[in-house]
């Protein structure tokens, strides 16, 4: 257990609305990460951070924003949802472990845009 | 072309079989190889991280074959329990992750 929460687990929300999902992590990782997943397309990264303040885009970055303002916190932004933005959302953490980087991943959040 | 490709499946397979997955990846420099496991509306977990020697856990066997990048997991005597979505994953290190999109497996009673 790498000790990640997400919140909320499952959010509706109509199309152009905001929404922010929630990472939370309680053993200090340095990187962060979140996917989202869909079928026939595997998990994507969407954006990922490696430090207090430090992200970087993925590949499916586009209509997206991340911030992180504490190294427990990593919070993901849709800033206008569209219905193209249904997913299931995972975060993740990474961590060294006999000299893998290995992930480990947040229990999801399931976002319908209607 | 895709980073990491599995064949989706699905297998369906009885108890006590043995079923193996095999999983290609694309970009020679890449450096770490797992298989996570998924279940039905659940997070990815990690199973195994794949040695270049190959690694054995119990019931499962991994195997990296550089030369021909693939890896492959191997799952002997399957329990009911071992239904679910077998995850490919590669990194190229720096942190970069890709993953398959999965392959199904079931096993009947």
């Known amino acids: 257990d790498a000790g990640i929460t997400q919140s909320p687990r499952h959010k509706v929300t109509e199309t152009g609305t905001p929404v922010t999902l929630r990472c939370h992590q309680t053993e200090n990782h340095r990187y962060m990460y979140w996917y989202r997943q869909d079928p026939g397309h595997g998990l994507r990264l969407i954006h990922y951070?490696?430090?207090?303040?430090?992200?970087d885009k993925g590949e499916v970055s586009d209509g997206y924003s991340v911030s992180r303002s504490k190294t427990e916190d990593f919070l993901l932004t849709l800033e206008s949802a569209t219905s193209s933005q249904t997913s299931v959302y995972f975060c993740?953490?990474?961590?060294?472990?006999?000299?893998?980087?290995?992930?480990?991943f947040g229990p999801g959040t399931r976002l319908t845009v209607t | 072309r895709k980073e990491v490709e599995q064949d989706p499946g699905p297998f369906n397979v009885p108890e006590g079989a043995t079923v193996a997955f095999n999983c290609t990846y694309s970009?020679?420099?890449?450096?770490?190889f797992f298989w996570y496991r998924q279940d039905c509306r659940k997070e990815p977990k990690l199973l195994m991280s794949v040695y270049s020697s190959g690694n054995e856990d119990g019931r499962f066997t991994a195997q990296l074959n550089r030369a021909s990048q693939y890896i492959s997991l191997l799952i002997r005597d399957s329990k009911l329990s071992d239904s679910a979505t077998y995850l490919c994953v590669v990194s190229l290190g720096g942190n970069q992750f890709y993953f398959g999109t999965g392959t199904s497996l079931t096993v009947i009673p």
């Open positions: 951070s490696y430090g207090v303040k430090d992200t």
């Open positions: 970009n020679s420099a890449s450096q770490s």
């Open positions: 993740a953490i990474s961590e060294s472990r006999r000299g893998f980087d290995e992930q480990y």
